[in-house]
Nanobody, 127 residues
Framework: QVQLVESGGALVQPGGSLRLSCTAS????????IGWFRQAPGKEREGVLC????????YYADSVKGRFTISRDNAKSTVYLQMNSLKPEDTAVYYC????????????????????WGQGTLVTVAS
């Protein structure tokens, strides 16, 4: 059964760093684009970053450019979201998701109703 599990969320001070992990099971990660999304308290969910099956990155949120990066380790079936220079406005539950369509693009992932989501991991940026 297809499963995505996020981990790595924590309380961190402004300016700090965190690395989130999204570990996939039930399918071969290599062929699929994976997106990271977040939902802050009282706000709608927004896209953050995506990585395609060919390892190209697409930023959905301008606010994280220059601070967040995405990578994947197919051997570990894991996609990482490296978050640096964290700000209080980055506080949110972070989710990874995929449409589970082979070789779909990050544009596809950003625009479709995605079928597969993780349970989310909470990131709190506060002093």
């Amino acid at each position: 059964q297809v499963q995505l599990v996020e981990s790595g969320g924590a309380l961190v001070q402004p300016g700090g760093s965190l690395r989130l992990s999204c570990t996939a099971s039930g399918f071969t990660l290599d062929y699929f684009a994976i997106g990271w999304f977040r939902q802050a308290p009282g706000k709608e969910r927004e896209g953050v970053l995506c990585i395609s099956s060919s390892d190209s990155s697409t930023y959905y949120a301008d606010s994280v450019k220059g601070r967040f990066t995405i990578s994947r380790d197919n051997a570990k079936s894991t996609v990482y979201l490296q978050m640096n220079s964290l700000k209080p406005e980055d506080t949110a539950v972070y989710y990874c998701a995929t449409d589970l369509i082979v070789y779909s693009t990050c544009s596809d992932v950003g625009n479709r109703d995605l079928a597969h989501w993780g349970q989310g991991t909470l990131v709190t940026v506060a002093s």
